[in-house]
């Protein structure tokens, strides 16, 4: 008997003396490919390393509306705490209650942020800013182009790559086309953006690039594309020169991807704190660092030579484009597409 309680008593103070380490997980749903490897790189390992107490598991999609459908697929019983996705997308999953409002009661960088970085109807707040560019391949297209009606060039027939609608680019692209062949409001009408596509169509090789559209330009799949300008100037960086970006002179489109707080997630107080961290200085200065994303703090502190290869450096030719009011017809566009551009493709 006095074996027995002694023994019980040194299992007692043992487990008192030396508490088991317990460790939160915070499920992060964001996009794959070269954002997942530099974010996780920038932001989420040092975020782990200062906060051993919590682990990011990573759950990546190639683009918002899959996330949509994910977490919307998750709504009566959520499995993730986090998510990134384009704005447009999160304002769809603001209105379907997906989402808890993040103001500076939950991060005090909030109100740090640049006014373009809050959305009046969304639950989330902007963490990074991006923008449109052509991406081309320089062993096929000696002289960078100048204009968007390089997509139209009667040359490169098969040879251009870009996402059709309803993908952002499809839908931008056809906006910054409408607006420079005289469109006066995307919000009723976008026909002469339409139009300006059905040109464009008969050079597609793909509206769908695998994995994206920077490889198939790097290798020479394809000559031309669309694509994000962070992604780009990565690529660039990697590609020996194969690749190049091109900011045409009508301008280009900016595109905010919005962080949020997923409703009921099972980890609520650990997320809050990546979230906090994520929209922090340093964490935004990692990342325009890493992948030329703009940072949507204005207290980040990014070099010269890193921030002019951003967005920063196209504001003065940024196209004015409400993604919010936008969303309410941006299913009529995709309508407008699949009758009047794809069946155009080769």
């Known amino acids: 008997m006095k074996t027995t309680n002694f023994l019980t008593g040194i299992l007692f103070l043992t487990a008192t003396a030396y508490p088991a380490f317990s460790q939160d997980t915070v499920t992060l749903v964001a996009y794959s490919g070269l954002f997942q490897e530099r974010y996780t790189k920038a932001v989420i390992e040092p975020f782990m390393a200062a906060n051993p107490d919590i682990k990011i598991e990573y759950y990546p999609f190639p683009g918002s509306a899959q996330m949509l459908g994910a977490l919307r697929a998750q709504k009566a019983s959520?499995?993730?705490?986090?998510?990134?996705?384009?704005?447009?997308?999160?304002?769809?999953?603001?209105?379907?209650?997906?989402?808890?409002?993040?103001?500076?009661?939950?991060?005090?960088?909030?109100?740090?942020?640049?006014?373009?970085?809050?959305?009046?109807?969304?639950?989330?707040?902007?963490?990074?800013?991006?923008?449109?560019?052509?991406?081309?391949?320089?062993?096929?297209?000696?002289?960078?182009?100048?204009?968007?009606?390089?997509?139209?060039?009667?040359?490169?027939?098969?040879?251009?790559?870009?996402?059709?609608?309803?993908?952002?680019?499809?839908?931008?692209?056809?906006?910054?086309?409408?607006?420079?062949?005289?469109?006066?409001?995307?919000?009723?009408?976008?026909?002469?953006?339409?139009?300006?596509?059905?040109?464009?169509?008969?050079?597609?090789?793909?509206?769908?690039?695998?994995?994206?559209?920077?490889?198939?330009?790097?290798?020479?799949?394809?000559?031309?594309?669309?694509?994000?300008?962070?992604?780009?100037?990565?690529?660039?960086?990697?590609?020996?020169?194969?690749?190049?970006?091109?900011?045409?002179?009508?301008?280009?489109?900016?595109?905010?991807?919005?962080?949020?707080?997923?409703?009921?997630?099972?980890?609520?107080?650990?997320?809050?704190?990546?979230?906090?961290y994520a929209l922090s200085p340093a964490a935004q200065e990692a990342f325009t660092a890493a992948m030329y994303y703009a940072p949507t703090n204005s207290k980040a502190d990014v070099a010269p030579e890193v921030i002019d290869r951003t967005v920063v450096k196209s504001m003065n030719s940024v196209i004015p484009l409400d993604w919010i009011a936008l969303s309410k017809v941006r299913d009529q566009i995709t309508q407008e597409w699949r009758r009047k551009v794809i069946p155009l493709s080769r």
């Open 78 to 276: 959520p499995q993730s705490d986090v998510t990134i996705m384009d704005v447009s997308v999160a304002k769809t999953g603001t209105d379907e209650g997906l989402f808890d409002k993040i103001d500076e009661s939950v991060s005090k960088n909030v109100a740090d942020l640049y006014p373009s970085a809050r959305f009046e109807g969304v639950a989330g707040v902007g963490v990074t800013f991006d923008n449109l560019v052509l991406v081309y391949n320089s062993q096929a297209i000696k002289t960078a182009p100048t204009s968007w009606n390089a997509l139209k060039d009667s040359g490169l027939k098969g040879k251009v790559a870009m996402l059709g609608a309803p993908d952002l680019v499809g839908i931008s692209t056809t906006i910054i086309l409408d607006h420079m062949n005289g469109g006066k409001n995307y919000l009723e009408g976008v026909d002469k953006g339409i139009e300006a596509m059905a040109e464009v169509a008969p050079n597609i090789q793909t509206w769908e690039p695998k994995p994206e559209v920077y490889p198939n330009v790097v290798n020479g799949q394809v000559s031309l594309g669309v694509g994000w300008n962070a992604r780009a100037q990565v690529n660039a960086d990697t590609s020996e020169g194969r690749l190049k970006v091109a900011l045409p002179a009508e301008g280009t489109v900016l595109q905010t991807n919005a962080i949020n707080l997923i409703k009921g997630g099972p980890s609520q107080a650990a997320a809050r704190k990546f979230v906090d």
